[in-house]
């Protein structure tokens, strides 16, 4: 009785068993296609540089001390781990609502906070792979090191967390594939393009150097530069703090939506 009310389930606290289930599900949905979630970003990657290394880099001086290539390169890397993380997490959640499977998730002893964890780790995973491909890619043409290695680390690790909370949030929100197609166009790649992935913000001008300065995207690709290269525009501990404070934001919000239901449940 005592145990019943003070919540306990008779599996414990913590569904570990549901929580790594939930966590490999996520994982192989992507490792199952990994030539469309690992191989065609490091492609796309490739073709960046590539592109922007035979139309501006031959002409284009150093930007913060660095070759133009060398500065573009984290940039290009953070974009796309981003984008990959908020592509997994809403597009699982997306994909179970539309076809009507999504109760086979619900209805399992998960609790809110266990179904965040597990969509999340399957986000954090591709980002981290896509990262770790891309990294080892540019490492292997452009022949740099890594600055600081434990700031890369972390900033991939926030930014995969932050994305993958803010695909959930999308998908909580969308009910067809062509509003998640809104969101992913008018929302999440504006934020990784005008987010100083191609150039300093030192070029903007005042108003927009502003206004990038609330956008957390800047901070995390600016973050991975100082990972990789030793050069940022903002300090990366000032970057570490607001996406640490965004990245608690959003899966807050996560948490609230998954425990009431909201658009989740018919």
């Known amino acids: 009785m005592k145990a019943s009310a003070m919540g306990v389930r008779r599996f414990g606290r913590v569904n570990w068993l549901g929580l790594a289930t939930l966590s490999r599900r996520e994982i192989q949905r992507f490792m199952a296609v990994w030539t469309q979630t690992l191989a065609a970003p490091l492609v796309t990657a490739g073709l960046f540089l590539g592109v922007f290394s035979l139309a501006i880099g031959p002409t284009r001086g150093e930007v913060m001390g660095v070759p133009f ?102 998908a909580i929100l969308a009910n067809k594939f062509d509003q998640m197609a809104a969101i992913t166009n008018f929302i999440v790649t504006p934020l990784s393009f005008l987010s100083g992935t191609f150039y300093s913000i030192e070029r903007l001008p005042l108003a927009m150097q502003v206004i990038t300065h609330v956008n957390p995207v800047f901070y995390l690709i600016d973050g991975v530069r100082y990972g990789m290269i030793g050069k940022s525009d903002s300090s990366p501990w000032l970057g570490l703090v607001v996406c640490t404070i965004s990245t608690g934001v959003v899966m807050a919000l996560c948490w609230r939506w998954l425990k009431s239901g909201y658009r989740m449940k018919a």
């Open 69 to 170: 290539i060398q500065f573009l390169a984290p940039g290009i890397l953070m974009m796309t781990v981003i984008q990959n993380a908020f592509a997994n997490t809403s597009s699982s959640i997306l994909i179970s609502k539309i076809q009507g499977n999504i109760v086979d998730t619900l209805m399992p002893p998960l609790s809110a906070a266990e179904l965040l964890v597990g969509y999340t780790i399957g986000g954090v995973a591709r980002g981290v792979l896509v990262a770790v491909a891309i990294g080892a890619l540019m490492t292997l043409v452009l022949g740099t090191g890594v600055a600081h290695p434990v700031w890369a680390a972390v900033f991939v690790l926030l930014g995969s967390t932050f994305l993958a909370g803010l695909g959930i949030v999308a």
